[in-house]
């Protein structure tokens, strides 16, 4: 079956520093592909999504590229602050699913210091 | 922002306790979820619904009953729980149920049972 593997958390970080959060998949068929950002306390926030190999989703300074040649999905960010600290989720669907429901990763917990 | 709104975000209830949670969407989306995530674990899919009627059961014991009185309303009903089934309930839509679409979280509601 379909599955998302994410790094081990957390990731301890100082402000402004570069961040990488690594996300490979396993999936039949050709997924779309979902970082979702929970702030602690809160539900789960679309953060970026790609749906086609290269393709390149973005929002507020994070980045990640589809690679169907690597099946990954890292997530990026140049220069990270505190109000980043939060977990992160990697998630797919795919057509072969039937209905639009989503296979996470198990999260990785980020933790920004001053 | 979120336009998935849930109700309550906090819910406390007995063992012997019937209680509901509530989830509206003006986004016009015709699929609705519910999820359930306990601590530092990834939200679990419970049910869907696609154009009001149950999609999916994830073979969710009966003492969660859910209701989508028409397309942008879905409850889940709460009867009988145990302790065990405290965690936050995430309730989430997408355009429609095909596999691919984007699925937007609410903030959720906090539920410990007692």
């Known amino acids: 079956g379909d599955s998302v593997t994410q790094m081990e958390g957390p990731v301890t970080l100082s402000e402004e520093a570069f961040l990488t959060i690594n996300c490979t998949y396993t999936?039949?068929?050709?997924?779309?592909l979902f970082w979702y950002v929970q702030y602690p306390g809160e539900g789960l926030q679309l953060l970026l999504k790609?749906?086609?190999?290269?393709d390149k989703g973005s929002n507020k300074g994070f980045e990640a590229t589809y690679r169907k040649e690597t099946t990954s999905f890292h997530l990026e960010k140049g220069s990270v602050q505190v109000s980043d600290s939060a977990v992160y989720f990697c998630?797919?669907?795919?057509?072969?699913?039937?209905?639009?429901?989503?296979?996470f990763g198990k999260g990785t917990m980020l933790l920004v210091s001053p | 922002d979120t336009e998935v709104t849930q109700t309550p975000k906090h819910l406390v209830m007995g063992m012997t306790n019937k209680k509901s949670l509530k989830c509206e969407q003006h986004?016009?989306?015709?699929?609705m979820y519910w999820y359930k995530q306990k601590a530092k674990k990834p939200p679990e899919l419970m049910f869907v619904?696609?154009?009001?009627?149950?999609?999916i059961n994830e073979s969710v014991p009966s003492r969660f009953s859910p209701e989508c009185p028409n397309s942008s309303l879905l409850n889940l009903h709460l009867h009988a729980l145990q302790p065990e089934d405290s965690a936050l309930y995430l309730c989430?839509?997408?355009?429609?149920?095909?596999?691919?679409?984007?699925?937007?979280f609410g903030e959720g509601s906090w539920l410990t049972v007692v």
């Open positions: 989430a839509s997408s355009q429609d149920a095909v596999a691919g679409n984007t699925i937007y």
């Open positions: 999936a039949t068929g050709y997924p779309s």
């Open positions: 790609a749906t086609k190999a290269d």
């Open positions: 998630a797919l669907t795919t057509p072969n699913s039937g209905y639009s429901t989503l296979t």
């Open positions: 986004m016009g989306h015709r699929a």
């Open positions: 619904y696609s154009y009001e009627k149950l999609s």
